[in-house]
């Protein structure tokens, strides 16, 4: 039997879809969180084996002896994952550790979680990526902005979304920038004017996509977190051919295997020094799937189901999942504190049957997700932009 280790399976909450589908395809599934077992949810403790509680999963003494626990009672593991970008290292480290061959390890970390690595195999992939500088000093900063102008995106080169990101628009948001930030290393990269649009896949163990979908973030996310503004993406579950062959492409230059993942890029709104209105534009890689409830909306605009899928690649590096309707569903999000044109009763009256999903984010991801969110399908994008308006202003 598959002896899958799964690490923090109750965060984000939907994430126990991915350990249900991979019980229910006879995977032996073992979990290990900080969360107490009896305040699991029944559906994940359903989904579950067997639960280690540790005290914190920052403490890797504590999460290395569970694995070894996993190991003595169970025999060699063949999968350690959590499908979660904060953890990305940590997973890594522990597969280095107990050699377990299926993803990542400690050797790999670099090029896929500093910024200023992935774009060595962007344009391996023959994407174009933003000009850009290693911070060092003030004076060493203001040469790179005589090159490429204001205004520019500084942020850590090991960050995770768009947490400690800075918009500096002139001198003064530069000195304020060097007087707050923190004593890492920070990428600053020219600024890129345009929507954030993605390609997320899952790949099979020889690097094919046996499943393609993506995301369009209409709210900007780098501002959603420092201005603390409203939050609103859609899922489509079809995609520009220029997206699809550039994804596929970076998909190759990273040499992914076994995964879900998420890869960010911009699709430019005017002419810049980097290319014309319409180009794609490369951003980051994200070595899991999109976030929060990101893949429950791909469901709802696919017809499908999108955690089995990735449980189907678990089990049997294919599946017969397809899709059964093209559509788009998007989430709207508002911010705790403003006051709304329409009520939820409103919201939910005009538009009936399409609004599939509302309620409260999870408090740990309202930075990037807000706090109140409304989930619609429809049919085209403008129709989700026209609901995203409704629901935002």
């Not at 489509?236 to 220029?242: A, T, V």
């Not at 009763?345 to 991801?365: C, F, P, S, T």
Request: net charge negative; glycine share 8%; charged share 30%.
């Amino acid at each position: 039997m598959t002896n899958f280790i799964y690490l923090s399976p109750n965060f984000p909450a939907n994430h126990w879809n991915f350990c249900n589908k991979l019980k229910e395809n006879g995977i032996n599934v073992l979990g290990i969180g900080d969360c107490p077992y009896d305040n699991l949810t029944d559906e994940l403790k359903g989904s579950l084996n067997e639960y280690y509680k540790v005290s914190s999963l920052e403490n890797y003494d504590e999460v290395y002896r569970a694995v070894a626990f996993f190991c003595f009672k169970y025999g060699k593991v063949d999968y350690i994952e959590t499908n979660n970008e904060y953890w990305l290292e940590r997973d890594a480290r522990l597969r280095t550790d107990f050699n377990v061959n299926t993803g990542f390890h400690s050797e790999d970390m670099d090029i896929v979680k500093f910024k200023s690595r992935m774009k060595e195999n962007y344009i391996k992939a023959g994407v174009p990526v933003a000009r850009y500088h290693m911070v060092d000093d003030y004076e060493g900063c203001l040469k790179f902005i005589e090159e490429v102008g204001y205004p520019l995106v500084a942020k850590p080169d090991n960050g995770v979304g768009a947490n400690d990101t800075h918009k500096i628009k002139n001198e003064d948001d530069l000195k304020k920038f060097f007087e707050t930030k923190l004593d890492v290393q920070y990428i600053m990269e020219e600024y890129i004017f345009g929507e954030v649009e993605t390609y997320d896949s899952v790949i099979n163990s020889k690097g094919e996509p046996i499943f393609e979908n993506g995301n369009v973030t209409v709210a900007n996310l780098m501002e959603t977190v420092s201005e603390n503004k409203n939050s609103c993406f859609y899922e489509r579950s079809r995609l520009p051919e220029d997206l699809l062959d550039a994804g596929r492409r970076t998909v190759k230059a990273f040499g992914v295997r076994s995964r879900f993942v998420h890869m960010e890029f911009f699709r430019l709104d005017r002419d810049q020094h980097i290319g014309k209105k319409g180009d794609i534009v490369a951003l980051e890689v994200n070595m899991r799937p999109p976030g929060g409830i990101a893949p429950t909306m791909m469901n709802y605009c696919n017809g499908t189901d999108a955690y089995e899928i990735w449980a189907d690649m678990i089990a049997y590096d294919q599946t017969d999942r397809g899709r059964s309707r093209d559509g788009v569903c998007c989430f709207a999000s508002r911010r705790d504190g403003l006051v709304f044109e329409l009520t939820p009763e409103q919201i939910r009256e005009k538009y009936g049957d399409h609004l599939k999903e509302e309620g409260r984010v999870e408090e740990a991801l309202s930075g990037a997700m807000a706090n109140y969110m409304f989930l619609g399908l429809f049919d085209t994008e403008q129709e989700a932009r026209d609901f995203a308006k409704d629901v935002l202003k």
